[in-house]
């Protein structure tokens, strides 16, 4: 069974930083692409970045040059490392896994494994 657990979640302040983990087990981890994506209160889901096996990243407009993704396949852990956090950036994230191992772009559409996510709250 694939399990995914997120952490490090929590308010802060605009310009606060906070990391968020994700620990995955039931699956060869170091295989896959692997995203984290957001859903902000009455919005739908959001790609926030991507990371391939081997450490490609990419991330979207709104979050480049302050969220850094990074993985340790040796762990099964993924990462956001989030700076410079905006009031906008206040959402419940989730880190995702396709179910097939091939996939190589997330969209809403996109079949995955998905954890229970964790709650960033930006605020003054």
């Known amino acids: 069974e694939v399990q995914l657990v997120e952490s490090g979640g929590g308010l802060v302040q605009p310009g606060g930083s906070l990391r968020l983990s994700c620990v995955a087990s039931?699956?060869?981890?170091?295989?896959?692409?692997m995203y984290w994506i957001r859903q902000a209160p009455g919005k739908g889901l959001e790609w926030v970045s991507t990371?391939?096996?081997?450490?490609?990243?990419d991330y979207a407009d709104s979050v480049k040059g302050r969220f850094t993704i990074s993985r340790d396949n040796s762990k099964n852990m993924l990462y956001l490392q989030m700076n410079g956090l905006k009031s906008e950036d206040t959402a419940v994230y989730y880190c995702?896994?396709?179910?097939?191992?091939?996939?190589?772009?997330?969209?809403?559409?996109?079949?995955?494994?998905r954890g229970q996510g964790t709650q960033v709250t930006v605020s003054s």
């Open positions: 039931g699956l060869l981890f170091g295989r896959y692409w």
């Open positions: 995702v896994i396709p179910v097939n191992v091939y996939n190589t772009h997330w969209s809403p559409s996109t079949d995955t494994y």
């Open positions: 990371i391939s096996p081997g450490g490609y990243t």
